[in-house]
Protein backbone atom coordinates (compact mmCIF):
# COMPACT_ATOMS: atom_id res chain seq x y z
CA UNK A 1 0.00 0.00 0.00
CA UNK A 2 1.26 3.27 -0.73
CA UNK A 3 1.34 6.51 0.89
CA UNK A 4 1.84 10.09 0.63
CA UNK A 5 2.61 11.86 3.80
CA UNK A 6 2.08 15.70 4.88
CA UNK A 7 3.22 17.41 7.61
CA UNK A 8 1.16 19.05 9.78
CA UNK A 9 3.00 22.21 11.05
CA UNK A 10 3.63 22.99 14.68
CA UNK A 11 1.15 25.37 16.82
CA UNK A 12 4.21 27.28 17.69
CA UNK A 13 5.24 28.20 14.22
CA UNK A 14 5.85 31.56 13.45
CA UNK A 15 4.69 30.92 9.44
CA UNK A 16 1.79 29.27 8.89
CA UNK A 17 1.27 27.47 12.27
CA UNK A 18 -1.38 24.48 12.36
CA UNK A 19 -1.62 24.21 8.39
CA UNK A 20 -0.49 21.56 6.50
CA UNK A 21 3.02 21.16 4.60
CA UNK A 22 5.12 19.09 2.64
CA UNK A 23 7.16 16.96 4.87
CA UNK A 24 10.78 17.31 6.16
CA UNK A 25 10.80 20.87 4.48
CA UNK A 26 13.39 23.54 5.75
CA UNK A 27 15.63 26.75 4.16
CA UNK A 28 18.77 26.91 2.59
CA UNK A 29 21.64 29.00 4.07
CA UNK A 30 23.41 31.18 1.38
CA UNK A 31 26.37 29.11 1.07
CA UNK A 32 24.16 25.62 0.59
CA UNK A 33 23.00 24.12 -2.52
CA UNK A 34 19.94 21.84 -2.27
CA UNK A 35 22.23 18.69 -1.72
CA UNK A 36 22.00 20.25 1.43
CA UNK A 37 18.44 20.58 2.08
CA UNK A 38 18.52 16.86 2.57
CA UNK A 39 19.12 17.00 5.81
CA UNK A 40 16.04 18.61 6.63
CA UNK A 41 14.49 14.84 6.23
CA UNK A 42 16.67 13.70 9.09
CA UNK A 43 16.01 16.74 11.60
CA UNK A 44 11.94 16.76 11.21
CA UNK A 45 11.40 12.80 11.17
CA UNK A 46 14.38 11.04 12.35
CA UNK A 47 15.03 9.43 8.99
CA UNK A 48 18.15 9.22 6.89
CA UNK A 49 17.75 9.59 3.11
CA UNK A 50 20.40 10.14 0.74
CA UNK A 51 19.81 12.88 -2.01
CA UNK A 52 20.02 10.33 -5.01
CA UNK A 53 17.16 8.54 -3.16
CA UNK A 54 15.02 11.50 -4.08
CA UNK A 55 12.97 11.74 -7.36
CA UNK A 56 12.81 15.60 -7.67
CA UNK A 57 9.34 16.93 -8.83
CA UNK A 58 8.82 20.57 -9.02
CA UNK A 59 10.20 23.82 -7.95
CA UNK A 60 7.82 26.45 -7.45
CA UNK A 61 7.85 29.98 -7.60
CA UNK A 62 6.17 30.96 -4.49
CA UNK A 63 5.56 35.47 -3.61
CA UNK A 64 3.55 35.87 -0.73
CA UNK A 65 3.08 39.59 1.09
CA UNK A 66 1.02 39.57 4.61
CA UNK A 67 1.34 42.88 6.65
CA UNK A 68 4.71 43.26 7.84
CA UNK A 69 5.89 39.76 6.21
CA UNK A 70 7.20 39.24 2.55
CA UNK A 71 7.94 35.17 1.89
CA UNK A 72 9.66 34.16 -1.13
CA UNK A 73 11.13 31.24 -1.94
CA UNK A 74 11.88 28.56 -4.74
CA UNK A 75 11.27 25.47 -2.89
CA UNK A 76 12.79 22.81 -4.75
CA UNK A 77 9.57 19.38 -4.05
CA UNK A 78 10.90 15.58 -4.22
CA UNK A 79 9.61 12.44 -3.85
CA UNK A 80 11.41 9.97 -1.28
CA UNK A 81 9.97 6.40 -1.58
CA UNK A 82 10.58 4.14 1.46
CA UNK A 83 9.29 1.01 3.08
CA UNK A 84 9.58 2.92 6.47
CA UNK A 85 6.07 3.02 8.07
CA UNK A 86 4.47 5.40 9.93
CA UNK A 87 5.93 3.77 13.59
CA UNK A 88 9.40 4.58 12.24
CA UNK A 89 9.29 8.32 11.90
CA UNK A 90 10.26 10.13 14.79
CA UNK A 91 9.07 13.97 15.18
CA UNK A 92 10.62 17.11 15.76
CA UNK A 93 8.21 18.44 17.94
CA UNK A 94 9.08 22.29 17.30
CA UNK A 95 8.49 21.89 14.11
CA UNK A 96 5.95 18.96 13.17
CA UNK A 97 2.98 18.27 15.16
CA UNK A 98 2.00 14.97 13.31
CA UNK A 99 2.17 13.26 9.85
CA UNK A 100 -1.31 12.97 8.04
Known amino acids: MDFLYLQHRCAIKKDYPNLLDITAAGHLLAYETVYDGVREIKEEIDIDAAFDELVPLVIIQYYQTKEDFI ?19 TLQPEEVSRLC
Open 71 to 89: DKELPNVFLYETAHSFDDF
